[in-house]
């Protein structure tokens, strides 16, 4: 019975494929209460099996929900917790799948990505050689239902080998592993080996199971066994390509063979190249065949050894006749050469690749995924929010910008846009487009023009100019609205009586406007607002920014007029909108107790210290990490020199003894002889008096820089750098805290009250920058820091495209911010036991601005389009019925330069960074989004375009964007529909 049954598997299969149509899984709603997740096997590790509880957690937080995931039969169950693997028809291959909003295939990854679909596409001489180098017996048809996980005379041997090995160490132990059980090992074996008996048997078992899936004849099974595993063999690792799987990939990334060239020579002995092109083909196979048993030797560094081996098997592959001797004999000659790195792999499609880049950045992030890498060997697929058709035909056009005769089509010569003779090709443009979808903003287009990992959507601080008056007018209204809030209810005679700060001109606006119309709505209030009148003279000089200002204006004839804001916003008024802000900031300082005129007039008010302390440890790191750059890294000697060149004996020995506050009078004489010379070195009684003067303990740091003639905290950090020249920046600063305060010492003196009133003043105003920069960031601003002065208003302090997309979709969702989704719904592991689906569910929106304000804003933005600086795109947007679909937006040009000024105020040089056009935008009640056009050095100093290049630019793209406007939804309810939570 033993012998019959180890021949013919008679009684296995029975028992084996009754227990296997017992292991069952199905998929139902919600998460699983029936489900194991694997170990720790490298191909449940690549499918991302193993990671999946860590998934669902991390995209649970992110608002994901599992909304259907699949349940594992009780004795699938039971299997799994005595140890086997999962038992299903496992995926040879798999990868990423992205997928556009109308179900179409956005982006796919395939690994291994080169495979036989079926056995029959199998070379027979491949697979000769591979049984007859691992598994001889397991295409056997004489016995049909036989077990192909145990071939029993080897596995005895193995077993009787292993114990002899145990008594003697000399002799050899090969393993007794069929091609069945070597695939479980390689899969789902931790790190892919075998650590025990335990382990050989589990593996076993489980090869045991799977192979009766399909029933009691295993013949089929047999042979998806050689395919898979001539598909799937681990073939070590290679720079340029990573993990390599797979007699396919392994001819690509070790011996840069193309796939179907090596098969035909393969299957027909007569294939094109002829005899020495089949031998080189077959013996480069056969190698990768070989090299499975030891791939991180053989490929990486035992190429000799590989050699060896490889022709020690074609002998006796040629004596067995496995293969013709002519073979042999046009084989053995060659040598085979690995490749230190895979042939670089054809890129697909530009615009293909670009439309996926953006999303599979943030899913890898979402994911906890640190590489792209670990990400396209995911088994999942994954639904995104972009509309490919649009997505497509807006990469297409931003790229064929690069030629002139196509700019020139598109309208973009002329006044403010390309001048003749400029070149397209040097320009970076980007376009982003968002849909206000159902409790979600949906990203619908994400695109530029460059062919690198550089998004300047959401990846750079850029220069955008006058978008920063979008921000300034949304911060001027709130604060409005504020007033109207806290005084709108109080009686007439309340609102007479209210204090208000000499310098608050917005306070003092609201309480009059209020006064004279009683009971007036906030909508009432916003519009009159919008109506008060400030000037375009750039006469002015304004006190900001711990400095006089001066600002100019865009068009010389705004210079005499008067603006409402909603007119300085159409026409993008420089002066109007720095006025604007200064009484942002007049309002906001007068709102803090701090601030107050009492303040300035109270000598003995205790907050006083405090601002001016704050002032002192503030500009003296300033001043510190300047002579920090000025001086690291230079020798004792060079910054001697540089700090102290051509100074008189007196101010030489001030300097010296706070260089080196431990000299006596010898060591000063040393010195002074190095400076000056041995023969202007002071007498005797000279030295005496330099010392008995300018010693240690003598004066103060701030009087001794003084006496020195230099800045006391360059005398400080040189002298800090002289015996410590391996500190850094840090530590200089969190050391020299006493030293900053001594050197302002001379600020805290009562005499000195203007100075102090001067840089109080200073720090508040810096407060309420700071203020509107909670403001700003409140609604998405994405920097730490903002410029405290009031050329931020004309966008002194850069902003990002993305950010600004994120305040117009506040503004078009009426004050309210939605989250953004851009992958709605994951599916893992798909048709396995894994299968688990998680779909968006994002948190409700959050009101960030009354519905007025937003509302006003909008308005006031459709202005621009109207009849302001993005007047070209007017009527760009008309329905199929001639409906036109209002748009409006904000323009913004950015001239980065970076200039020297001489003491006078006079531009020594002038070097152009960058210049940016950008154009932040809504069309209609649903889309908004960001275009911007950008160029940096060195040939940004070529241009002269504006802000009208972007708005032009969007007017090209208004055909690729109307057919969305005439939909009701651009990708259908069903896929673009997000329930919100909360």
Excluded at 1 to 30: C, I, K, N, W, Y
Excluded at 339 to 350: C, D, H, I, K, T
Excluded at 804 to 815: D, F, K
Aim: hydrophobic share 40%; aromatic share 8%.
């Amino acid at each position: 019975m033993v012998r019959d049954e180890s021949r013919t598997s008679e009684r296995q299969a029975r028992h084996l494929s009754e227990l296997d149509q017992q292991l069952t899984f199905r998929v139902e709603p919600g998460p699983s209460d029936a489900i194991r997740y694997p170990g720790a096997g490298p191909y449940d590790q690549r499918l991302g099996y193993t990671q999946l509880p860590r998934f669902i957690d991390g995209l649970e937080r992110q608002g994901y929900e599992v909304t259907a995931q699949a349940r594992m039969s009780p004795k699938f169950l039971e299997l799994r917790d005595r140890g086997l693997a999962a038992i299903y028809r496992e995926k040879d291959e798999s990868g990423l799948d992205l997928a556009e909003c109308h179900g179409r295939t956005l982006y796919a990854q395939r690994f291994p990505q080169r495979v036989y679909g079926a056995f029959d596409e199998l070379p027979p001489l491949l697979v000769d050689s591979l049984l007859f180098i691992e598994n001889r017996e397991l295409l056997d048809p004489e016995h049909p239902k036989r077990n192909p996980a145990i071939e029993w005379d080897r596995f005895s041997k193995a077993v009787l080998d292993q114990a002899r090995h145990l008594v003697d160490d000399s002799h050899r132990a090969p393993g007794g592993s069929t091609l069945a059980t070597q695939i479980e090992k390689y899969r789902h074996s931790p790190e892919g080996r075998t650590d025990s008996g335990r382990e050989k048997l589990r593996q076993m078992a489980s090869a045991s199971v799977r192979a009766y899936l399909d029933g009691e004849d295993t013949r089929a099974a047999r042979r998806r066994i050689v395919l898979s595993y001539l598909n799937t063999v681990p073939l070590s690792a290679q720079p340029g390509f990573g993990e390599v799987n797979g007699v396919g990939d392994g001819l690509w990334a070790w011996y840069a063979r193309d796939f179907a060239e090596v098969n035909g020579l393969l299957r027909e002995p007569g294939g094109s190249g002829g005899a020495p092109a089949r031998a080189l083909a077959y013996k480069q196979a056969l190698s990768l065949l070989i090299a499975q048993r030891r791939p991180s030797h053989y490929l990486v560094q035992g190429e000799a050894d590989l050699n060896a081996l490889t022709n020690s098997y074609l002998r006796v592959m040629a004596e067995a006749g496995v293969i013709p001797a002519g073979l042999r004999d046009a084989a053995l000659p060659i040598r085979l050469s690995l490749r230190a790195q895979a042939p670089e792999e054809v890129q697909g499609s530009f615009i293909d690749r670009k439309a996926a880049t953006a999303v599979r950045g943030k899913l890898a992030v979402a994911l906890g995924l640190p590489r792209a890498y670990d990400l396209d060997r995911l088994d999942l697929r994954a639904s995104t929010t972009l509309n490919g058709d649009v997505q497509r035909a807006a990469t297409e056009l931003l790229r064929s910008l690069a030629d002139p005769q196509v700019a020139k089509a598109e309208g973009l010569y002329g006044f403010r846009l390309f001048n003749e003779g400029d070149d397209t090709s040097k320009i970076v443009f980007s376009f982003t487009l968002f849909e206000r979808g159902n409790g979600a903003n949906l990203l619908r287009v994400q695109t530029d023009n460059i062919d690198q990992p550089f998004d300047l959507n959401e990846g750079a601080r850029l220069d955008l100019g006058s978008t920063a008056k979008f921000r300034t007018l949304v911060t001027y209204l709130e604060l409005v609205a504020e007033l109207h809030a806290r005084w709108s209810p109080l009686s007439p005679e309340a609102l007479a009586a209210l204090s208000v700060h000499p310098r608050d001109a917005l306070a003092r606006w609201a309480r009059d406007y209020l006064l004279q119309a009683p009971g007036a709505s906030l909508k009432a209030m916003l519009e009159a607002a919008m109506d008060r009148s400030y000037s375009g003279d750039p006469g002015e000089t304004f006190f900001t920014g711990s400095g006089a200002h001066h600002f100019e204006n865009f068009e010389p004839e705004e210079d005499h007029q008067m603006f409402t804001v909603r007119e300085a916003l159409k026409h993008s008024v420089n002066l109007a909108f720095v006025r604007i802000l200064r009484d942002v900031v007049h309002h906001v300082m007068s709102q803090s107790a701090k601030a107050g005129e009492a303040l300035l007039d109270d000598r003995d008010d205790p907050a006083r210290q405090a601002y001016l302390a704050r002032f002192a440890d503030q500009e003296g790191r300033v001043f510190l990490t300047r002579f920090y750059r000025k001086y690291k890294g230079r020798s004792a000697e060079e910054a001697e020199e540089l700090l102290l060149h051509r100074r008189t004996p007196a101010r030489l020995a001030a300097a010296f003894f706070g260089l080196e506050p431990q000299a006596d009078a010898q060591d000063l004489a040393e010195f002074l002889a190095r400076r000056l010379g041995s023969d202007k070195l002071p007498g005797d009684k000279a030295l005496q008096d330099l010392v008995a003067k300018y010693g240690p303990e003598r004066w103060s740091l701030g009087d001794r820089g003084y006496l020195a003639g230099v800045h006391p905290l360059e005398l400080w950090v040189v002298g800090e750098l002289r015996h410590r020249p391996e500190a850094s920046l840090s530590e200089l600063v969190a050391q020299s805290r006493e030293q900053r305060q001594d050197v302002y010492a001379w600020l805290l003196k009562t005499r000195h009250k203007e100075a102090q009133d001067r840089r109080i003043r200073n720090l508040i105003e810096q407060d309420a920058f700071g203020e509107i920069l909670r403001r700003w960031q409140r609604l998405g601003y994405p920097f730490e820091m903002l410029t405290p002065s009031y050329a931020t208003a004309l966008g002194a302090s850069g902003d990002r495209p993305a950010a600004l997309a994120e305040l117009m979709g506040i503004i078009v969702n009426h004050g309210v911010r939605q989250p953004v989704v851009r992958v709605p719904s994951l599916l893992f592991g798909a048709g396995t036991p894994y299968e688990t689906r998680l779909e968006a569910q994002p948190a409700k929106g959050e009101r960030l601005l009354p519905a007025e304000v937003a509302d006003t804003v909008r308005d006031a933005l459709a202005g621009v389009v109207e009849g302001g600086t993005a007047g070209r795109l007017k009527r760009s947007f008309v329905l199929k019925d001639g409906t036109p679909v209002q748009a409006g937006g904000k323009t913004g040009t950015g001239d980065h330069r970076f200039m020297v000024t001489g003491k006078g105020g006079q531009v020594i040089s002038s070097r152009v960074v960058s210049r940016t056009g950008a154009f932040v935008f809504y069309i209609g009640d649903r889309y908004f989004g960001t275009i911007v056009a950008y160029v940096r050095e060195p040939y940004a100093a070529r241009y002269k375009f504006t802000s009208a290049l972007p708005a032009q630019l969007l007017k090209a793209l208004a055909p690729t964007l109307l057919p969305l406007l005439d939909e009701a939804r651009s990708c259908g309810v069903a896929t673009t529909t997000v329930r919100a939570r909360g």
